[in-house]
């Protein structure tokens, strides 16, 4: 299985702490993608890093991507309370559909 | 979630019971997906549209049936579901299927949550 796999499954931090989830994949990947969820709403897509970046930005978001060890990371920065939700990471092989992991439930405290 | 929209946002319905949830999407996209979203589960793929063609079933048990009039519309259509049915389901469209393409990025709906009692 390709499925992506989000470490820890939880995390509650203080707003203006760093935010960083972790996902591990098994398979080769074209690129990878994280998407955020807020409470029994849709996901929405964050940030894409190809399999040829190492390190990407996007406002507060960092992305790395290490796929000698198969692994990615999401670094929030200064988080806020409205950053509460659940992030996702999902593995995209090039030649089908995305896979999705159970994904971090991140709680930030004002 | 702007884009894709899913109606109805809520359903409770019986395990005799036949009812249609309904995704609609303005992006332009040519491929469309039911995925379906369980507590302390990864989302589970459950059928892809291409250009109105299904193009992936992932083993869904056929009290589900989707259904793909054209390219801005999707239906799963449901019948005599069990209460393990219960869950969050979501829509998505994508430009295409990513196959050979590169990246494939997913606009979701907000989903439709669905009891079955």
């Known amino acids: 299985s390709q499925q992506g796999e989000e470490d820890p499954q939880a995390l509650s931090i203080q707003e203006g702490e760093n935010a960083t989830m972790n996902c591990s994949y098994k398979t080769s990947i074209n690129n990878l993608q994280w998407y955020r969820q807020n409470s029994g709403r849709g996901l929405v897509h964050l940030i894409l890093i190809r399999s040829n970046e190492r390190e990407k930005h996007s406002g507060r978001l960092r992305v790395t991507l290490d796929t000698s060890k198969k692994s990615s990371s999401l670094l929030i920065t200064a988080s806020r309370a409205a950053d509460t939700a659940s992030y996702f990471c999902?593995?995209?092989?090039?030649?089908?559909?995305?896979?999705f992991g159970k994904g971090t439930m991140l709680l930030v405290s004002p | 979630e702007t884009g894709v929209t899913q109606t109805p946002r809520h359903l409770v319905m019986g395990m005799t019971n036949k009812k249609s949830l309904k995704c609609e999407q303005h992006l332009g996209h040519n491929a469309m997906y039911w995925y379906k979203q369980s507590a302390k589960k990864p989302l589970e793929l459950m059928f892809v549209y291409s250009l109105e063609e299904r193009v992936e079933n992932n083993s869904v048990p056929s009290r589900f049936s989707p259904e793909c009039p054209n390219s801005s519309h999707l239906f799963l259509h449901l019948h005599t579901l069990q209460p393990e049915d219960s869950a969050l389901y979501l829509c998505a469209s994508s430009q295409d299927t990513g196959t050979g393409s590169g990246a494939n990025v997913l606009t979701f709906g907000a989903g439709s949550r669905l009891t079955v009692l």
């Open positions: 999902a593995t995209d092989p090039g030649y089908s559909t995305l896979t």
